[in-house]
């Protein structure tokens, strides 16, 4: 059974930064994708960022620059830094995996989700 945990969101100031966490267990395939997703009230959940199994990443043009994929194999963790934050980047975040996806940002290419971690930008 693939779990998913993500953590690490909070409030913050525009300006700041955060860096989220998932921790992924029971996932037994060598090859995979690992994104980061968002949703805002309202709003369509959207890809943010996505990362291989070689390290391959993918990010959406609306924070290229401003946020960074990477993991940890060793701890089994998916990590998403994000500085510069926006009142924009105001969402819940969510973890995503599967069997290699391309680094789609599309959700519906993701079997695996987490619970979510909300993130809250002030101006």
């Known amino acids: 059974q693939v779990q998913l945990v993500e953590s690490g969101g909070g409030s913050v100031q525009s300006g700041g930064s955060l860096r989220l966490s998932c921790a992924a267990s029971?996932?037994?395939?060598?090859?995979?994708?690992m994104a980061w997703f968002r949703q805002a009230p309202g709003k369509e959940r959207e890809g943010v960022a996505s990362?291989?199994?070689?390290?391959?990443?993918n990010y959406a043009d609306s924070v290229k620059g401003r946020f960074t994929i990477s993991q940890d194999n060793a701890k089994n963790t998916l990590y998403l830094q994000m500085n510069s934050l926006k009142p924009d980047d105001t969402a819940m975040y969510y973890c995503?995996?599967?069997?290699?996806?391309?680094?789609?940002?599309?959700?519906?290419?993701?079997?695996?989700w987490g619970q979510g971690t909300q993130v809250t930008v002030s101006s």
């Open positions: 995503a995996a599967d069997s290699p996806v391309y680094l789609s940002l599309r959700a519906v290419r993701y079997k695996y």
């Open positions: 029971g996932y037994t395939s060598g090859h995979y994708c």
């Open positions: 990362i291989d199994s070689d390290g391959d990443t």
